[in-house]
């Protein structure tokens, strides 16, 4: 079907076919091999993570990876940290596959976890990743749009190409980010990846909306809630998948 057809244009995040969003085929098309920028992304927020907590002695801290989806490589950067990773999605199918990949993790993760582990904080966690992923992890449905409950705050949080890709609405994003960072206590280390001027993409024959957003933007909406952040500009037009400028990543703290 070709761009700007009927099923392609605006859609809001409650008009978007998220029950016929294959995980499955995802994890397929985007994560089957390590691909040069997640290299890139998971060095970067490695040595974020690291480097905070490493003369932090405080216990363990609760984590949130907001919609997890079909992607174990956030809630794995928090690992090491972590007495519990709350694994937030809005889509049966995604959660269906993270209660699948949490009980017995597809050997093609492994790839990601070694990138992780060329830090030593990752790989000495006790007992190895899964088994650790599978005592902490918390999955939970939930949609990023809605209130934010105050009385929960999260010590440490990711957030990969979610903002931007639950509609087609500029509105949306920045609610998405607001969300985001409203979850985390004052203080807290984050990581959210989003993909600039994105186009929307089809899965499986169906079609998923994205709002096209460009790095200034971002950085403009993460910083109405905190101006410690840095953005990277990681990768060319296209290498992921067609129809986006670039992967724009933000470290920083609540």
């Excluded at 029950?19 to 920028?37: A, H, I, M």
């Excluded at 809605?146 to 990969?160: A, E, I």
Aim: glycine share 8%; with cysteine; aromatic share 12%.
């Amino acid at each position: 079907m070709p761009l700007g057809s009927p099923e392609e244009q605006a859609q809001s995040n409650a008009e978007a076919r998220w029950e016929k969003f294959d995980p499955t085929l995802y994890v397929q098309e985007n994560y089957s091999r390590l691909l040069s920028v997640d290299e890139t992304i998971i060095s970067i927020v490695r040595a974020h993570f690291s480097d905070h907590f490493r003369d932090i002695s405080e216990p363990l801290v609760h984590g949130i990876d907001v919609g997890a989806g079909a992607n174990l490589y956030p809630a794995l950067s928090m690992l090491p940290w972590c007495a519990r990773i709350t694994l937030l999605d809005r889509s049966k199918s995604n959660l269906d596959y993270l209660r699948q990949q949490i009980k017995g993790h597809d050997d093609g993760w492994e790839k990601f976890w070694r990138k992780l582990s060329l830090d030593d904080a990752y790989a000495t966690v006790p007992g190895g990743p899964w088994a650790r992923l599978r005592e902490v992890a918390q999955i939970e449905q939930g949609d990023i749009l809605n209130p934010v409950d105050r009385r929960l705050r999260w010590q440490v949080g990711t957030m990969f190409f979610v903002a931007e890709s639950v509609s087609t609405s500029t509105r949306e994003f920045h609610c998405a980010v607001e969300h985001f960072l409203e979850k985390l206590a004052p203080g807290a280390p984050f990581a959210a990846a989003f993909m600039e001027h994105s186009e929307g993409y089809r899965l499986g024959g169906t079609w998923f909306p994205a709002c096209d957003v460009s790095q200034a933007d971002i950085g403009a909406s993460i910083r109405r809630f905190t101006d410690s952040v840095q953005t990277y500009r990681i990768g060319k037009p296209g290498e992921v998948r067609p129809g986006y400028t670039s992967i724009i990543l933000a470290c920083g703290f609540r």
